[in-house]
């Protein structure tokens, strides 16, 4: 069960946005993810909870920041329930979607892991619900996603496969890389792996 702590900061002037203590697994069911966020000064700023299907599916979605919440899943697309603050005003979405995505680095896990491209694939489009702080307030994002590199890295515990995605905007064109080893984000644009106290988890 891998844990560890990223940072995530702005990816344009590098400000520090947030420290994400992280754990996941893989289970019968699929993948969780689970994450305590904390602002540089220590502040509580919220969490994530991810849970997967055996097809990377999301099965639950549970985001908290700022005393929003979103709740969600994969059902006629995807739909969620978005509360405010007061827990009064409580708003249903749903969209013909794949996915969801945000900032959590959960998310770049579980996109790789409902596409599971192959390196010789071509770019795949998708579809996907973006929740963006601080109101987590839904956007849909189109992507293409491709497998660019595959490459073996030896380490103290085996051979550590590291996948090398380019992503790209396709609203905007604009492209960037995600390197991923198993359910572990090694490097993305604001995101950066701080602490790993064990190996990343190993999907089939």
């Known amino acids: 069960m891998p844990r560890g702590r990223y940072s995530l900061h702005d990816p344009h002037d590098h400000t520090p946005l947030a420290h994400e203590h992280f754990h996941c697994a893989p289970g019968p069911s699929g993948w969780r993810y ?6 540089p000064s220590g502040d509580h700023l919220g969490s994530v909870d991810l849970a997967l299907d055996e097809l990377g599916r999301p099965i639950r979605l549970e985001l908290h920041a700022a005393s929003w919440q979103v709740r969600g899943a994969a059902l006629d697309g995807v739909t969620w329930v978005r509360t405010d603050p007061t827990g009064t005003h409580a708003t249903e979405g749903n969209v013909r979607a794949h996915a969801f995505t945000g900032s959590s680095p959960a998310f770049l896990v579980a996109t790789a892991r409902l596409l599971r491209l192959a390196p010789s694939s071509s770019a795949t489009r998708v579809r996907l619900v973006a929740f963006t702080e601080p109101v987590l307030a839904p ?5 293409s996603w491709a497998l660019v590199n595959r490459e073996a890295h030896a380490t103290d515990n085996g051979p550590l496969t590291v996948d090398e995605y380019q992503v790209t905007a396709l609203d905007t064109g604009e492209q960037h890389a995600v390197h991923l080893a198993g359910d572990v984000v090694l490097a ?4 950066e792996l701080e602490d790993l ?3 990343p988890s190993v999907f089939d």
Do not use: H, M
């Open 34 to 39: 689970v994450s305590q966020l904390t602002a």
């Open 139 to 143: 956007r849909t994002v189109d992507q």
């Open 188 to 191: 993305a644009p604001g995101i």
């Open 197 to 199: 106290e064990s190996p």
